[in-house]
């Protein structure tokens, strides 16, 4: 139980007090009156004695009495109706709340930090007026009149006659069988006269004469004089006198109480009084039948307008309130007491220390001796008090009888002078003056003589009374006897059915096991008294239950939890709204957050029912916005009858202030990190053919590895365009902001360009939520064109808007636990500063039609308008937290984030805006093929743009074509078979020869320090006005690697006028191409051995190309032709064709393979030009019967990107060690040699049927030539990954490779050719001698002069290659010594001299060389020459 003020030890006296009877006259009433108190009210405030009182028990023992306390009240001879009792106590707990700055207690217990109030007030005051009001009965006398108060007034005319005339009223009401009650303590009742004189009217000499009259009829100690209004009323302003009757009068009077604002009246009503309020001592200034004093009905009846149907949401309400409101207003300006003085005050205490003294106590005193000695005199009773007979002790104990098996004799009544009841009547007396050892013997041996006569009603109040006895014992003789008041409470409760009964007697030994800290027992006992039939009584003490459980020694705080929810639901229950919303609130604080989820949502929404029905609006719409909120476990149905519940309590709220802010919406939930900005149009459609640049959009899924791509295009376009470098305050484009993007600066948008604005909604309930009007919330600074700031800052979407135009969704249904996004746009029209604050909707949910696990709406549920059932207006703003900041070291060790500006976008001047289409852009193309389309670029704004380029990673799949695109006409021929290529008709009986043309790479965009990715756009004057349009053709090439790819374009362009902000804008397009296998081409050079050359000087060179066709037949390519091989190389180009075979036409089917064979020579020196130019020779050699322009476009574009992407690409140089810049130069020199830097492309047409029609498609394959001997390929060789190997561990030697050149460099360092006869005939029988002359042609193939030595002499290393020689020798000089200048050739004359027939290798002479100015010689290895064989025949 909670703390009272008041201990149980003063708690009890001050429950059972002596009542004492007043009996006014009308005269002495209106004295009264003029205080606006009755004259029991009068006393009420000094009704306690101020000191200790003695008396004698029986025993002539003297025995103290201490704070005695005396009830005074007016006679009523009506009992009190149960229904005005129970409104009477409603009143008093609804009126009395906890105070508003109280500071609760905080108790911790385990993880739990309750605040609770450590009082109950309402409890108290409640226990205090039930007390009081119980209405006297026969089983007991603790509250019957022991005296009586007549009292008159000395302005009388013949006051002692008034006095006699009140003496016969009483003694009518007390002894005439007519009036039942009020009930009489002994016959002879105390009648105690008092005379009341008013000091300021009154005539004091007559007053007193009176006095002394009285004196003499009625004895000193039976009658007082009390002089009262010492001042009149109107001088009550001069002096501030104390008010000490409020505090009484506001609990038990019913006028100062809110009674119909708190609770439904559920009262039967008595229709027989006018009055509409009520009030304790009934004062009534009405007289009826000229009595003296109307005893009418009892005060606490009910009157006639309190109707039991008039419930708080009833009409009357209002009504009836609004008038108790008034009511109230006026009774708080009512002062009491106003014509008395502190003197008053005073006499009035005296007085009743005088009555007590004199009158009350001897009497009380003379009855407790006159019922001991009728009790003791009575010698027939066994059943006397000191005597108490044998059979009782020595008899089985009835008590131990359950109380079921006894009769039912709650009926059974005794007579008045029955001596069981002198017992409990002396018992009760002496209870009254605190005699407690005497009162606990009395009501033991009272308790007994019921028993045996199974008077159940008696025996119950008597056990009740006993064990209140044994506890109040001074010194504590006897433990409580619980057991009694078990036993009293279910003879109460089950045999006699009174529960007002056995309510007081849960309400004391709960009180008195609390003082001994049992606070499990007393929690027990006040649930056991819970029942249906009064809810505030099992309200108030299932808070007081929960309140022993938090009180324990180690405290239940879940059990406390559980009854405060049961308290706060039997509070409301009994209409008390205020105390059911506390009770609520209170055993919240225990659920929240441990997951009890259900108990969670069932209390907030309780408090938010209560909190709405005591128009506390904002608790109500937090408590139902946690229900919400909270990721909750109830079912669908449940959740939408919450949602309803909050929509209209919400509705309630916004409608209370309609020009309010508008209120923050709880639902649906917004993911602010996840929300997009996007600024720009949506992408077009495509429209037939043609296709729009993708550009970005928010369908894009983000990837930080292609936005750190389209950043480096960005970079690189932006360097080419400042020179090479790119500027400090260069920042990407982002036309879309994410969760990933920078958003640390403002980002710009174009004014008359959209912004969008991407939301991610979720709907956490399990029912759908339909959004309406649902657009964005923004405040927007303008600035003048001059740039000056404006004062103006329009703040909400209402206004016109000519500033910022709103799109606005006019429905948005998200269904049951469904996550989506919205998309809102918003249309600038000025310059200035937007801030994108959140968004506004109106919030419902659709009436009785529910999407079912995404099946669709149910039948009857129409997709295009839904019926909403009920919609509030508000806001949810987005809120987006910035990245953590981790750079310095105070970042590091504190929580700071950055700023987030997505949604604050600084909005420019007018820019152009490009648009891109593709028209007839494949999507799947051969490896190599090349594919003409067209591309056109449209300027949708309404300012020119210039300077348009294209970037891309990949160069070499597209071109525009180079600046000689104009010079070369297209061939008729070309526009027949819808070539790509330009095409030149030729003779078909030409020979293979090569057709020679050159071409600048220049042209192609391919120059030195150029960025061979970044590619001018050629528009027409550079320049696209405002709403232009060009298209321009553009080639494509299937990638060389089969596969899909992913071609990246990045527009660039910018604004004729330049913007301070914004420099530039881009385009973003991903193409995507899936590219199939068709020829794979390798080819190998190598030197020609024969020296004839129709040019003279330099060497020739013969190169084998195989083409193999690698298509499988998916493609539904029937056959490869390749129409023209051509060569392109700044100092070599083909001759021609050495093919052996006949057939001009190259065809190859699926899988075949083609070998060709091409002679190329040095180009003539006129046509090599210097080493800086960039002009290549291209040679065509055709199959077909029309050559392709090798030089055009788009061969050459495709040519000249493809050899600068090799350029780029890290070469596999022939030596490991060559990049060491320590290399001699000698050995430098002797790798030229084996370089040599010649192109091949290989043109073709693949013939394919598609659809029962037969296309025919072209392409093109680079093989790009670097070293002798060494062979290449048109795409890249995969490499095969190397096989597993075992460990080895060992530490490798650090082994220096010796500069020198490889075999295959020095082998190519000087060419050596043998000219002989291939057979010599010589007659051996005339001459022994055969002589054959034999020419060794030695030619440098570097560019630096050679010295060399030849040596004839056979090498004689082992007897093998004497057989291989032969047995022939050289004859003349056996070594040479020669030097070669620069490219030289030079002749050795030498013989040969045979002695046998047969066929000899002539191929024995060594070579050796070494650069002129260098000391190393080198051997030129002969190992690649052909075996130079020589038949000798005899004649």
């Not at 997009?676 to 983000?702: C, I, M, N």
Request: one cysteine or more; glycine letters at 4%.
């Amino acid at each position: 139980m909670a703390q009272c003020v008041q201990s149980v030890q003063e708690l009890i006296p001050d429950s059972f007090v002596p009542c004492v009877a007043a009996l006014c006259s009308d005269e002495a009433e209106r004295l009264t009156r003029l205080n606006h108190l009755s004259f029991a009210e009068l006393l009420k405030p000094f009704s306690r004695l101020t000191s200790e009182v003695h008396m004698r028990d029986p025993n002539n023992q003297l025995h103290i009495i201490k704070n005695l306390k005396i009830a005074v009240s007016n006679i009523i001879t009506q009992p009190p109706q149960p229904g005005a009792i129970r409104k009477l106590l409603n009143d008093v707990v609804s009126g009395s709340q906890p105070a508003e700055g109280l500071v609760a207690n905080v108790i911790t217990a385990g993880d739990y930090d309750l605040n609770i109030s450590a009082t109950t007030p309402w409890f108290e005051s409640y226990r205090e007026t039930f007390l009081q009001s119980m209405p006297a009965s026969d089983h007991e006398f603790l509250n019957h009149y022991l005296a009586c108060m007549l009292v008159a007034s000395s302005s009388e005319a013949e006051p002692v006659e008034q006095f006699s005339k009140l003496s016969q009223e009483q003694h009518r009401i007390q002894h005439n069988s007519d009036y039942s009650y009020p009930k009489w303590f002994i016959p002879n009742t105390l009648k105690y006269y008092v005379l009341l004189h008013d000091v300021s009217a009154g005539d004091e000499q007559r007053a007193e004469s009176i006095y002394e009259e009285m004196k003499q009829k009625y004895g000193t100690q039976g009658c007082y004089l009390l002089k009262i209004n010492s001042r009149t009323s109107n001088r009550a302003s001069d002096e501030q006198i104390p008010d000490p009757w409020s505090q009484y009068l506001q609990k038990n009077s019913i006028q100062n109480q809110e009674s119909y604002e708190d609770g439904p009246c559920t009262i039967t009503s008595n229709k027989n009084s006018d009055s509409n309020l009520l009030s304790l001592d009934g004062l009534d200034n009405e007289v009826k039948d000229g009595l003296p004093n109307n005893f009418r009905a009892h005060p606490l009846q009910l009157d006639s307008s309190s109707d039991a149907s008039n419930s708080i949401d009833g009409p009357d309400h209002v009504k009836s309130a609004s008038s108790l409101h008034e009511t109230k207003k006026a009774n708080t300006g009512i002062i009491h007491g106003a014509c008395l003085t502190l003197t008053d005050h005073d006499r009035i205490r005296q007085f009743i220390q005088e009555f007590t003294f004199r009158g009350l106590l001897p009497h009380i005193e003379k009855t407790i001796r006159q019922l001991n000695d009728q009790l003791i005199s009575r010698k027939g009773l066994s059943r006397s008090l000191f005597s108490a007979t044998k059979k009782w002790f020595s008899g089985s104990k009835v008590p131990e009888k359950s109380i079921n098996e006894l009769k039912n004799t709650s009926g059974l009544l005794y007579p008045p002078e029955a001596p069981e009841l002198q017992i409990r009547k002396m018992a009760d007396l002496c209870f009254l003056v605190q005699h407690y050892d005497l009162a606990y013997s009395c009501y033991h041996t009272a308790k007994k003589d019921f028993l045996n006569d199974q008077a159940m009603l008696y025996a119950a109040g008597a056990l009740e009374m006993a064990a209140v006895s044994a506890f109040l014992q001074p010194g504590a003789p006897r433990p409580y006897p619980a057991h009694y008041m078990d036993t009293a409470i279910q003879t109460y409760r089950d045999i006699c059915k009174n529960m007002v009964l056995a309510e007081r007697c849960v309400l004391l030994s709960a009180e008195i096991l609390k003082s001994q800290s049992k606070y499990s027992e007393a929690a027990a006992l006040l649930i056991r008294l819970t029942s249906e039939d009064s809810d505030l009584r099992s309200a108030l003490l299932l808070e007081q239950a929960a309140h022993c459980f938090i009180n324990m020694k180690s405290p239940m705080v879940r059990k406390y939890a559980f009854h405060m929810i049961l308290a706060g639901h039997r509070f409301s229950k009994a209409g008390q709204k205020k105390h059911a919303l506390r009770c609520y609130c209170q055993a919240m604080q225990v659920y929240k957050g441990k997951g009890w989820s259900l108990a969670e949502d069932h209390i907030n929404f309780t408090i938010g029912r209560q909190s709405y029905t005591l128009r506390q609006l904002d608790n109500a719409v937090s408590a139902f916005r946690h229900i919400l909120i909270n990721e909750s476990k109830q079912s669908a149905a449940q959740q939408g009858a919450f949602l309803r519940e909050y929509l209209y309590v919400y509705k309630n709220v916004s409608q209370l202030s309609p020009d309010g802010p508008l209120p923050q919406l709880p639902l649906p939930y917004i993911n602010s990190s996840a929300t997009r900005v996007f600024f720009g149009h949506d992408r077009r459609p495509a429209d037939g053919e043609k296709q729009a640049a993708t550009h970005v959009s928010l369908d894009q899924e983000y990837d930080s590895e292609s936005s750190q791509q389209w950043r480096e295009l960005e970079e690189q376009v932006v360097a080419v365009v400042n020179r090479g470098v790119v500027p400090s305050n260069f920042y990407p484009t982002q036309y879309c902001l994410n969760s990933y993007s920078d958003n640390s600066r403002f980002p710009l948008a174009v004014v008359e360009e959209p912004i969008t604005v991407e939301v991610a909604f979720r709907n956490p309930l399990k029912v759908p939520l339909l959004l309406t009007d649902l657009s964005l919330l923004w405040k927007f600074q303008p600035k003048d064109t001059s740039g000056k700031d404006n004062e103006e800052v329009k703040e909400l979407v209402t206004g016109e808007p000519k500033m910022i135009g709103t799109e606005v969704i006019s429905e948005f249904l998200i269904n049951s636990e469904e996550s989506k996004v919205a998309r809102l746009k918003l249309f600038p029209h000025h310059i200035g500063e937007l801030h994108i604050l959140g968004v506004v909707y109106n919030l419902g949910t659709i009436q009785g039609c529910m999407t079912v696990d995404g099946i669709g709406s149910l039948p009857g549920c129409h997709t295009g308008k839904h019926s909403l059932s009920m919609s509030v207006r508000g806001r949810q703003d987005l809120e987006i937290q910035g990245p953590r900041l981790n750079n310095t070291k105070e970042e590091k060790t504190s929580i700071k984030y950055g700023p987030d500006r997505r949604l604050d976008p600084i909005i420019v001047e007018e820019m152009p805006l490009l648009e891109v289409f593709f028209i007839h852009f494949p999507t799947g193309l051969l490896c190599g093929e090349i594919r003409k389309a067209y591309v056109e670029f449209v300027n949708v704004s309404k300012s020119p743009l210039t300077g348009l380029k294209v970037v891309s990673k990949r160069p070499e799949f597209f071109t525009f074509g180079g600046n000689t695109a104009v010079l070369t006409p297209l061939s008729p021929s070309a526009s027949e078979n819808c070539s790509a290529y330009k095409t030149v008709a030729t003779d078909s009986t030409a020979v293979c020869t090569a057709l020679v043309s050159s071409a600048s790479s220049v042209d192609f965009g391919i120059g030195i320090g150029s960025q061979p990715e970044v590619i001018p756009v050629p528009l027409p004057d550079t320049v696209l006005l405002p709403g232009a349009s060009v298209q321009l053709p553009m080639w494509l090439r299937g990638p060389d690697e089969e596969g899909v790819h992913e071609i990246n374009f990045l527009f660039y362009y910018e604004s004729v006028k330049k913007q301070p902000k914004i420099r530039h804008r881009i385009l973003r397009h991903t193409a995507v191409i899936c590219t199939s296998r068709s020829l794979n081409v390798r080819a190998t050079v190598c030197r020609s051995n024969s020296l004839e050359d129709e040019e003279g000087r330099g060497g020739n060179m013969l190169v084998f190309v195989d083409v193999e066709n690698t298509n499988t037949s998916e493609a539904g390519v029937k056959e490869f032709h390749i129409v023209q091989v051509s060569s392109s190389s700044k100092h070599w180009k083909f001759q021609k064709s050495v093919n052996l075979s006949e057939n001009k036409d190259a065809k190859l089917a699926s899988r075949e393979k083609g070998k060709f064979c091409f002679k190329a020579i040095r180009c003539k020196e006129k046509e090599v030009a210097t080493q800086s130019s960039e002009k290549y020779t291209f040679a065509d050699i055709i199959f077909g019967n029309e050559q392709i322009i090798s030089s055009a476009s788009p061969c050459a574009d495709f040519f000249y990107r493809s050899l600068s992407s090799e350029l780029k690409k890290p070469q596999a140089q022939p030596s490991v060690h060559t990049e060491k810049q320590s290399l001699e130069d000698a050995v430098r020199l002797i790798q030229k040699c084996s370089e040599v830097d010649l192109n091949i492309v290989v043109l073709w047409k693949a013939y394919v049927v598609e659809d029962s029609k037969q296309l025919i498609l072209e392409g093109q394959h680079h093989v790009i030539l670097r070293t002798i001997g060494k062979e290449a390929f048109s795409c890249p060789q995969k490499q095969e990954p190397p096989e597993m190997e075992l460990l080895k561990f060992f530490r490798p030697e650090n082994t220096t490779v010796p500069l020198r050149p490889s075999v295959e460099q020095l082998s190519n360092l000087i060419k050596t050719s043998l000219h002989y006869p291939e057979s010599f005939n010589h007659p051996f029988h005339q001459k022994s001698l055969c002589l054959v002359p034999v020419t060794l042609l030695l030619s440098n193939c570097s560019k630096a002069d050679v010295d060399v030595i030849v040596d004839l002499r056979h090498k004689t290393t082992s007897p093998e290659a004497l057989e291989i020689h032969g047995s022939f020798t050289w004859l003349g000089q056996t070594q040479y010594k020669l030097q070669l200048k620069s490219q030289e050739i030079h002749s050795l004359q030498l013989k040969a001299c045979f002695v046998h027939t047969g066929v000899y290798n002539l191929g024995t002479p060594r070579v050796f060389a070494k650069l002129s100015d260098q000391v190393t010689v080198f051997e030129t290895s002969q190992q690649n020459s052909m075996p130079a064989l020589i038949i000798i025949n005899n004649v």
